[in-house]
């Protein structure tokens, strides 16, 4: 499927589209699909910067643009980080915060002819934003969440990441491995040795992060790759075709075009 053909190249992480190119990218498609990343501003240890998930979320939302034609949306800087709390620079918004900025986000686009929302999440402390898909489609109201834990399992066993998802918590192999392909000026030395392993975080909610780590890490950054960031990349780009075709069925029977 091809994406924008002439997108306007992205300054940084904010899309620099201009309100004809999202016009002209409209009038070819049936459906109208923003695609929103959902980062966070929170430790990743010692050797990956404070944005991280916004560049993760940001990176595969950049990829899916250039695949579906789809309208990029800048990101969701500042989310649910609390149980980073106890390391410097780490900056949260409530929970209730973030449902009410996504809903907002999502109104203002169907006032504007974009009906279909999919957010991007590039952090698995943002509980709520499955809250806020799942009352949004019980509305009626077109919306996703990408990627699912399933998505994320094939990016995993196609760019042969090592680490399972349970050991890969945080700031470890698939992670490090995005931003060695999507950003490596961005990397500090050190996440060749700085690997942690705390399977059992079953009381993480009350506690916090720091009762398991102390570098921040968990899991195994030391088995990062550029080659293995660019295929988990792929992979999740040829998983968002699903929920494309989705959120365009879901307008075909809205309008009886079944």
């Given at each position: 499927m091809s994406g924008s053909g002439a997108r306007t190249a992205?300054?940084?992480?904010?899309?620099a589209d201009t309100t004809e190119d999202v016009r002209t990218r409209g009038a070819g498609v049936s459906t109208q699909v923003a695609v929103l990343p959902v980062g966070s501003f929170e430790q990743h240890g010692?050797?990956?910067?404070?944005a991280t998930d916004t560049l993760v979320a940001c990176a595969v939302a950049r990829e899916i643009a250039d695949a579906y034609p789809v309208h990029l949306l800048p990101p969701?800087?500042?989310?649910c980080s609390h149980e980073h709390a106890a390391w410097p620079g780490t900056v949260s918004i409530s929970s209730v915060t973030l449902h009410a900025v996504v809903r907002d986000i999502a109104?203002?686009?169907?006032?504007?002819?974009?009906?279909a929302l999919v957010v991007v999440n590039g952090h698995g402390g943002n509980y709520v934003l499955g809250n806020v898909v799942q009352e949004s489609s019980a509305r009626g109201e077109r919306m996703a969440l990408f990627p699912a834990a399933e998505d994320w399992e094939a990016a995993r066993e196609q760019a042969g990441v090592r680490t399972s998802l349970l050991t890969d918590m945080h700031a470890g192999e698939i992670e490090t491995s995005i931003l060695l392909h999507a950003h490596p000026e961005l990397i500090r030395p050190g996440y060749e040795s700085a690997d942690f392993v705390a399977d059992d975080r079953r009381q993480l909610l009350t506690t916090g992060m720091s009762a398991y780590t102390d570098s921040g890490v968990i899991g195994r950054p030391s088995l990062g790759s550029a080659e293995k960031g660019k295929a988990l990349l792929a992979s999740l780009t040829d998983s968002f075709g699903a929920y494309f075709t989705l959120l365009g069925e879901a307008e075909g029977k809205a309008d009886g075009r079944e």
């Amino acid at each position: 499927m091809s994406g924008s053909g002439a997108r306007t190249a992205a300054y940084g992480l904010v899309p620099a589209d201009t309100t004809e190119d999202v016009r002209t990218r409209g009038a070819g498609v049936s459906t109208q699909v923003a695609v929103l990343p959902v980062g966070s501003f929170e430790q990743h240890g010692p050797f990956l910067p404070l944005a991280t998930d916004t560049l993760v979320a940001c990176a595969v939302a950049r990829e899916i643009a250039d695949a579906y034609p789809v309208h990029l949306l800048p990101p969701v800087t500042i989310s649910c980080s609390h149980e980073h709390a106890a390391w410097p620079g780490t900056v949260s918004i409530s929970s209730v915060t973030l449902h009410a900025v996504v809903r907002d986000i999502a109104e203002s686009l169907r006032r504007s002819g974009v009906d279909a929302l999919v957010v991007v999440n590039g952090h698995g402390g943002n509980y709520v934003l499955g809250n806020v898909v799942q009352e949004s489609s019980a509305r009626g109201e077109r919306m996703a969440l990408f990627p699912a834990a399933e998505d994320w399992e094939a990016a995993r066993e196609q760019a042969g990441v090592r680490t399972s998802l349970l050991t890969d918590m945080h700031a470890g192999e698939i992670e490090t491995s995005i931003l060695l392909h999507a950003h490596p000026e961005l990397i500090r030395p050190g996440y060749e040795s700085a690997d942690f392993v705390a399977d059992d975080r079953r009381q993480l909610l009350t506690t916090g992060m720091s009762a398991y780590t102390d570098s921040g890490v968990i899991g195994r950054p030391s088995l990062g790759s550029a080659e293995k960031g660019k295929a988990l990349l792929a992979s999740l780009t040829d998983s968002f075709g699903a929920y494309f075709t989705l959120l365009g069925e879901a307008e075909g029977k809205a309008d009886g075009r079944e």
